[in-house]
Nanobody, 121 residues
Framework: QVQLVESGGGLVQPGGSLRLSCAAS????????MGWYRQAPGNQRELVAIITSGSSTNYGEFVKGRLTISRDNTKNTVDLQMNSLKPEETAVYYC???????????????WGQGTQVTVSS
């Protein structure tokens, strides 16, 4: 199994910045991708940003250059720098990974417990 632990959520004023971090641990043979999703009350979970082991990135359409995802393959960590945050971005942010636990296993998806981000004055 792979465990994901998120940190860095909290309360921030509109226009402010926040940095989320996530560390993967456990039985990890390989990690294909790590990323972030978010879910606001009453909404579906949506992609924020994802980065592959080869450093290819994909961002949600709303990002518009305000968010940057980065990854440390040696430490199995992924960070999300969020700038110019808006109140409508208040949500629970979930760390996600697509990983293998052994050489002959399948690529499986794992989720963290989520960290609350609240954008409010």
């Amino acid at each position: 199994q792979v465990q994901l632990v998120e940190s860095g959520g909290g309360l921030v004023q509109p226009g402010g910045s926040l940095r989320l971090s996530c560390a993967a641990s456990g039985r990890i043979f390989g990690i294909y991708a790590m990323g972030w999703y978010r879910q606001a009350p009453g909404n579906q979970r949506e992609l924020v940003a994802i980065i592959t082991s080869g450093s290819s990135t994909n961002y949600g359409e709303f990002v518009k250059g305000r968010l940057t995802i980065s990854r440390d393959n040696t430490k199995n960590t992924v960070d999300l720098q969020m700038n110019s945050l808006k109140p409508e971005e208040t949500a629970v942010y979930y760390c996600n990974t697509v990983s293998k636990t052994d050489r002959y296993g399948t690529w499986d998806t794992y989720w963290g417990q989520g960290t609350q981000v609240t954008v409010s004055s």
